[in-house]
Structure formats: C-alpha cells, structure tokens
C-alpha cells in the first residue's frame, strides 16, 4: 500500500517547475505530503518483523470491515499472495511486500525445524526481490545471510567463500554498509577458524607425540655419539673421534638443518682440540673462520687465557681449574709455594680421574714444579717432583694417596704418556725442559741427556723440520678431505636430497 504513495509525491531532489507537465496528486509541502512522507520514512525505517506484524494487523483489519467507505477505494485491492494478479495491481510487476514478508516467515520457520535446504531456498527467494526505494540489487546481502546460515549451523569454513564473493558485489555496487558488515562477520568466522584449527591440532596430539618421541630418540643419539667422539679427542684418539660422527648410520636417510649444524660443530670442535694441542695455527684460524666461538668451548684454551668457559666447565671441571690456576698464580708470583701445595693436594685425587689427559698432565707438572719450588734443597723432594713431571710426559712414576704429602709414596702404578698421547707439543718442550734439568741436579747425567735430546726433537718438529712438515700436510690433507665432506652433506640437506 506504501508502494501507491510513491507516484503520488514530488520526490525531494525534484526541482519545482511550473511548466511541469507531470501530475502530481499530493504536493509534498501540504500538510496531506508531509504526513504521507512521514507514514513512508517509518515504514522504510521499521524491520521486517514489524512489516509482517503491520500487514497481519492490516488484513484483520479489512477482514473485519464490511462496508467500506468510497474515498479509501484506490487503496482497495487484495494483499495476499494468492490474489496478486487482481485488480489494482499490474501483472507484470514484481510480487507486493506480503510475498517478500511471507518468504522471509518460511525462511524463519525452516530455521527453526532445522531444515537447512528450505532455509536456503526462502532466504534467496526473499532476497530476488528489491528492496522498496532502492534501484539496486540485493545479492551481496543475500550472500550475507547465507554466510551468516553457515555460521549458525557452524560450518565457518563453509561461510569464509560467501563472505569474500559478497564483500566483493558489495563494492561493486558501492553498498559501504554491507561492506562493513561483511568485514565484521569475517573477523568472527577468522576467530572460529583459527580456534578449529588448534582443536584439530589437540585431536592429532597423538601423532604429533610420537613424532616428538621420535625426535627426542634421535637427538639422544646424536647426543651420546657427540659424547662418546669426544672421549676419544680428550685421550689423544683424534683420528677414531672423527670417524664416529663420519661413519654414523644416523646420517641416514636424511638430516635435518638443526642436526647438521650440530653435527658440523662437533667435527669442528674435534679438529680445533687437535690443532690447538698441536700448536697449528694454519688450521686454528680455518677452524675458528669456520665455526665462530669454538675457542671458547675448549676448557683448557679458556684456563689459558683466563676466559670463561661456557661448556661443562661451568660445573665441576671449572672449579677445579680455577683452582689449579689460583695454586699456580700462588706459586709464581706470590712465592706461596706451602700455601700452592696443599691447595692442589685437595684437588689432586679428582684431577687425576679426569678424562681430559690433557688436563690431568697439567696438574701433575704444575704439582711437581711446586715440589721443586717449595723445597729444591733435599734429594727426597727433588725425586717427588721427577716422578710427576714423569708422569705428565711418559714411563713408570709415583701417586700419593688422596690428601696425604707428595712426599709419602704409597703405591706405584704405570701411568700414560698424557702429553705424548694428546700431541701437546709445547707442553711436551716445557716438560722435557725440566725432566733434564731436575736429572742434573740429581747427577744423572745420562738420563739428562736423554731427555735434552728428546727436547731438540720436539721443537725441531714445532719448526721446519722434516717430521714436522709431514705431520702437517698428513693433517692439512685430512682437513680437506672433511671440508667437502661437510659442505656435500650440507648442500644435500639444503637441497632435501637423502645422504
């Protein structure tokens, strides 16, 4: 009935023009247009639950009515559907208000009995027709709603795609409401995505858990071979603690990019001890230009040069080190030489049980270098201290018990050569130089010369010797031959190539 006031007014954008030939019934300055106007901006602001209640209270209405008064005739025709090819109402028109308000009714009750096809078809045929005082169509909001359908029946994946084509015609078609609309309920349907995603995750926890176990096993493997590779480095076997990490069936099928980088290290850690044992610096500088940091996780190379250790020498070992280091700062330059001894009787017993030969041949030269400080006038402590640095180069020598006097020999055992074993040549030169002079002291004359003897060899192998010069292409050789190993395993594992 609205819908007959529209051809009866001037609309508001019209401009007043005298000559005009176009009839109008009502003028919209009267105070008949001005009613009329304000009866359609209600109708056109009111919802359509409060349209579908004015059309029921309207067919009431007439129903109840018997005689009808002849100025209300132009509004006298038939509302209902079923009628609308009557009198007063073209046939070729699109269908009245009722059969949109009627479309939407069924689409309301296929919701509530859950049929979700009826639902669908209603909503799409409420929305074929455009909506009163508007030229253009409603798609994007039909679109909407159907998205809007497939949130409530919780299928927000469903409703993502219909949400994206609406957004779409919505800017096509300039309707900046429906845009913001559709922006608000894809921020929902996003959120409830996102929170189906980690259910599925939750759902898969087995799976991912014994992925995770699996992993966890692998990287205890490549753990305990790291381990037991560098057992072998701290005893001098350099050449079985690189095989291990080599030859390890955990390279196949694959690596990963984190496995690699720790199996890399490893080598790299393996070939700096070596080097740095050796004095080598041609290979020091390639390993370092290689893997940044490693000198700081070689324990002994920090207890050196006075830096902080950041490997397991931050338990344990370090203690001892530090200790070692005060009793050797207490020697030398305090002349505490009493004070230096017992300090390292303390500390002794657990540094001859270290599994770093290097480091146990350091405290057996600085303990019997703090025999010949504290007393080099008596024979008996002249003899204590060669029986240790024996023991730090090579052959057959003296360990006093836990806590008791360096001077108490209580049981003779056979002790390794520990920096013959680990190739220290520097420490070899240091220990040699004072096996000889301790041997003058005590007249063995032989013995001294001997050991002199053995110290030309070292240093000529620490310069330009013969020996020395194979020694080091036989380890440069070896180097290369590492090198490409590693970065063939590496390009492979970039590449996702099995080894």
Request: net charge negative; proline share 3%; charged share 25%.
């Amino acid at each position: 009935m609205i819908s007959d006031f529209e051809g009866c007014m001037q609309s508001a954008d019209e401009m007043e023009d005298a000559t005009n030939s176009k009839v109008r019934y009502v003028d919209r300055r009267s105070t008949l247009g001005m009613y009329l106007r304000r009866i359609r901006m209600t109708f056109d602001k009111a919802d359509l639950h409060q349209h579908t209640c004015w059309a029921k209270m309207l067919c009431e209405w007439r129903a109840d009515e018997s005689d009808r008064r002849e100025d209300s005739q132009p509004f006298d025709h038939p509302h209902r559907p079923s009628d609308s090819g009557a009198e007063g109402m073209p046939r070729n028109d699109a269908p009245s208000a009722l059969t949109r308000i009627q479309a939407f009714d069924r689409y309301q009750a296929a919701l509530r009995r859950g049929d979700y096809s009826a639902a669908k078809e209603n909503m799409f045929a409420f929305f074929d027709h455009t909506a009163r005082g508007s030229t253009r169509e409603m798609h994007q909001h039909a679109l909407l709603n159907l998205a809007a359908l497939h949130l409530e029946m919780e299928s927000p994946s469903a409703a993502e795609p219909a949400l994206h084509e609406a957004i779409l015609l919505a800017r096509s078609s300039r309707d900046w409401e429906c845009v913001a609309a559709c922006e608000s309920l894809l921020r929902r349907v996003q959120a409830l995505l996102l929170l189906e995603e980690n259910d599925s995750n939750q759902k898969s926890g087995e799976l991912a858990s014994s992925a995770f176990e699996t992993r966890i096993e692998r990287d205890k493997d490549f753990e305990a071979l790291y381990d037991e590779s560098l057992k072998f480095a701290l005893r001098g076997d350099y050449e079985t603690a690189l095989r291990l990490p080599l030859s390890t069936p955990l390279l196949a099928p694959s690596l990963s990019a984190r496995e690699h980088t720790s199996w890399q290290t490893h080598i790299w850690q393996v070939l700096w001890l070596w080097a740095r044992r050796r004095a080598d610096a041609v290979v020091m500088r390639y390993v370092q230009a290689a893997s940044h940091g490693i000198a700081s996780s070689d324990r002994v190379h920090s207890w050196d040069h006075d830096l902080v250790s950041r490997t397991k020498g931050a338990g344990q070992a370090a203690k001892t080190l530090f200790v070692l280091r005060t009793a050797r700062q207490l020697m030398l330059q305090y002349s505490q030489h009493t004070h230096a001894r017992r300090l390292l009787e303390d500390i002794l017993p657990e540094m001859l049980e270290e599994e770093d030969v290097e480091a146990r041949g350091i405290a057996k030269m600085i303990y019997g270098q703090t025999l010949l400080a504290e007393d080099a006038a008596r024979p008996a402590s002249i003899e204590a201290a060669l029986s240790w640095l024996q023991q730090a180069l090579a052959g057959e020598a003296s360990e006093p018990a836990a806590r008791e006097p360096a001077r108490r020999t209580i049981d003779t055992c056979r002790s390794t050569s520990d920096f013959e074993q680990t190739q220290c040549l520097e420490r070899q030169c240091a220990t040699l130089y004072y096996l000889a002079r301790v041997c003058e002291l005590l007249g063995k004359e032989a013995e001294s010369g001997l050991y002199a003897e053995r110290l030309l060899d070292v240093e000529a192998r620490m310069g330009s010797g013969a020996q020395q010069s194979e020694d080091q292409v036989r380890m440069h050789q070896l180097l290369e031959d590492i090198t490409e190993v590693v970065g063939l395993l590496g390009a492979n594992v970039a590449l996702g190539i099995p080894t």
